[in-house]
């Protein structure tokens, strides 16, 4: 089996290549990736030497050299995009670029090397934002609101003409939040654990009762390994932990966990349309895959802690841009190299 993931530096990619060849070290895993700020080999050092494990530098609007990377490959993961809300709402210009065109980039090069399944990596943010009641499932309509989600909407759709339209075998999940090691800390978790490391507050948006349903980044991909071997082409999975909480919650229960009291809390303005809440239920998964999540949030937020107090040097080089800078000086700003 040849496997194409994209985007295997970032935080789900790099988990999701480790934990497939772990269970399948006989496959061969070519990853393709940009190195944006997000993306980063440090997070697959412990892999890079794998001898069915590859590297190629590229960006998936690069569609002449993902043509020449694709031959003879059976299955794509298509991870590549840019993710954090917050930037797009500073400026929306990279996800349509890279979630939009970058996803219709990297489908025509499957289609066009008749790739035998191609699986879209979503989120739960497509179906927009609940109110007290209520779940996302697969038949939730469309609802995104910020430019992220309009820019994964979009790419979902994409993804759906081109099985209806030219057949493609593709499938697709739409995830709740991710967390656990080697995500970058930008992001809600991530943040707030290497804040208060450092001693400094955390900042909490408006007034901290948005909800988030939390799942670990290990049970996300194991299943989708079991979609790609086992779920249905044309089919979407929603995948979540059905662990829903407050990011006030989440706040008390770090500030807890590394003993620390709620006036290291710093209230701030709202993000701008701030999605209220999000819960998802992810029973066609269970019941179709036999899935099912095995990390409770308690032991995964813990484990999670303790994995950046003992990598400071990662997120703090992440932090700095060190590594770009490091990467830039070893590969220029050339697409193809392979390592
Ligand atoms: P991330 O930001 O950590 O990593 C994204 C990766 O994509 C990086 O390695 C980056 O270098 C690469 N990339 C970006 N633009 C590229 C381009 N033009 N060409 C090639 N590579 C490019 O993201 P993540 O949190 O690991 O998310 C991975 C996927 O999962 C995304 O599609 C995201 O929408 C989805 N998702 C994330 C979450 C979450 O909570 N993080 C939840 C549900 C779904
Ligand atoms: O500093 C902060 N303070 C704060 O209160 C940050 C960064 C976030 N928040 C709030 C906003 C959200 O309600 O915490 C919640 C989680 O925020 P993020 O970690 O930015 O995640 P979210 O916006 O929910 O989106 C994430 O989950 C779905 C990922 O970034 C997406 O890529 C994924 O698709």
């Not at 991530?190 to 900042?203: D, R, S, Y």
């Not at 590394?258 to 066609?284: C, S």
């Amino acid at each position: 089996m040849k496997m194409l993931v994209t985007g295997g530096a970032g935080f789900i990619g790099s988990n999701f290549i480790r934990y497939i060849l772990t269970k399948y070290p006989s496959y061969a895993v070519i990853n393709y990736d940009k190195l944006t700020y997000a993306g980063n080999l440090e997070n697959l050092r412990d892999i890079e030497n794998h001898p069915n494990y590859s590297f190629v530098k590229g960006d998936i609007l690069n569609t002449e050299l993902l043509n020449h990377v694709m031959k003879g490959v059976d299955v794509v993961v298509h991870f590549a995009a840019e993710t954090h809300v917050d930037r797009s709402i500073m400026g929306a210009d990279a996800f349509v670029q890279t979630n939009v065109i970058g996803t219709f980039s990297v489908m025509e090069a499957a289609r066009q090397n008749n790739v035998k399944r191609f699986h879209h990596i979503s989120t739960d943010e497509v179906f927009g934002s609940l109110g007290a009641e209520g779940h996302f499932h697969e038949e939730t309509p469309y609802d995104p609101r910020s430019p992220y989600s309009a820019s994964k909407a979009a790419s979902d759709h994409l993804v759906r003409a081109y099985y209806h339209t030219h057949g493609l075998p593709i499938t697709i999940s739409n995830c709740a939040n991710n967390y656990g090691p080697n995500m970058f800390p930008e992001k809600l978790i991530p943040l707030f654990v290497t804040n208060l490391i450092e001693g400094k507050k955390v900042p909490l948006y408006g007034d901290g009762l948005n909800i988030r349903d939390w799942i670990h980044v290990e049970d996300h991909n194991r299943a989708v390994d079991m979609i790609i071997h086992a779920g249905k082409v044309g089919q979407t999975y929603c995948l979540g932990a059905m662990e829903e909480k407050t990011n006030r919650e989440i706040t008390d229960l770090i500030l807890q966990k590394m003993g620390f009291g709620e006036e290291m809390i710093e209230y701030v303005e709202d993000r701008k349309g701030h999605d209220r809440r999000y819960a998802i239920r992810p029973y066609k998964a269970m019941v179709e895959l036999g899935w099912k999540p095995q990390i409770t949030f308690d032991q995964g937020i813990e484990q999670t802690i303790n994995w950046y107090r003992d990598n400071p040097e990662w997120w703090k080089r992440v932090r700095s841009g060190e590594y770009q800078d490091y990467y830039k000086k070893q590969y220029g700003e050339k697409q193809g190299m392979t390592i």
